[in-house]
């Protein structure tokens, strides 16, 4: 059973980068086949999808927010990382990293970490 | 805004059958799969049917997939008490070269 867990720093200033990591177990990412997936849900609303990455380093971000995204793999710890630099409040959000199929059928998901943008 | 068009809430007497509508284009619902979620208060979304009409292992027969152009409708019949969530229908979107979700459906078991 593939598992993900979320983990970062719940706490976040103004400007400043924010930096989550995904470990996956279960499961490795090198076996290709699936995209890993970063979602965030603003408190009280929907789903926005923010990009994903091939084991292959190859990725797809939300338009809105490629500006400044980083999506990165590290295979040798199972791992994937999201990076959001020049964070404001429009930040604070529940941050999900998934498995997903590459067309949007993620069956596999972390628990969700909260991040606050605040001085 | 989103790109896919969910109405915010539906609700139906427990035993009966509520339909959640999913509007997009052909940039998306038109030409790709459409997968639907259901999140329940404070948890991460599950997946209840992924290309147009698959289930997982474990989703059960009462959650149903009709798709026809740019738009798809999941059923959900004998409404439980447990299926009062919320509902999201997600798809890839050629336009954007991005994954797309729709706005989301409260379900209310009256």
């Known amino acids: 059973q593939v598992q993900l867990q979320e983990s970062g720093p719940g706490l976040v200033k103004p400007s400043q980068t924010l930096s989550l990591t995904c470990t996956v177990s279960?499961?490795?990412?090198?076996?290709?086949?699936?995209?890993w997936s970063w979602v965030r849900q603003h408190p009280g609303k929907g789903l926005e999808w923010i990009g994903y990455i091939y084991s292959s380093g190859t990725t797809y971000y939300n338009p809105s927010l490629k500006s400044r995204l980083t999506i990165s793999v590290d295979t040798s710890t199972n791992q994937f990382s999201l990076k959001v630099s020049s964070v404001t409040a429009a930040d604070t959000a529940v941050y999900f990293c998934?498995?997903?199929?590459?067309?949007?059928?993620?069956?596999?998901w972390g628990q969700g970490t909260l991040l606050t943008v605040s001085s | 805004q989103s790109v896919l068009t969910q109405p915010p809430s539906v609700s139906a007497a427990p035993g009966q059958k509520v339909t959640i509508s999913c509007s997009g284009s052909?940039?998306?619902?038109?030409?790709?799969?459409v997968s639907w979620y259901q999140q329940l208060p404070g948890t991460a979304p599950k997946l209840l049917i992924y290309?147009?009409?698959k289930r997982p292992s474990g989703i059960p027969d009462r959650f149903s997939v009709s798709k026809s152009g740019t738009s798809a409708t999941l059923g959900i019949t004998g409404l439980q008490t447990g299926d009062e969530a919320d509902y999201y229908c997600g798809a890839w979107d050629s336009s954007l070269n991005a994954v797309i979700f729709g706005g989301g459906t409260k379900v209310s078991v009256l």
């Open positions: 052909s940039s998306n619902i038109g030409n790709y799969y």
């Open positions: 279960g499961g490795s990412i090198r076996s290709g086949g699936y995209y």
């Open positions: 290309d147009n009409n």
């Open positions: 998934a498995r997903d199929d590459g067309l949007g059928a993620a069956e596999y």
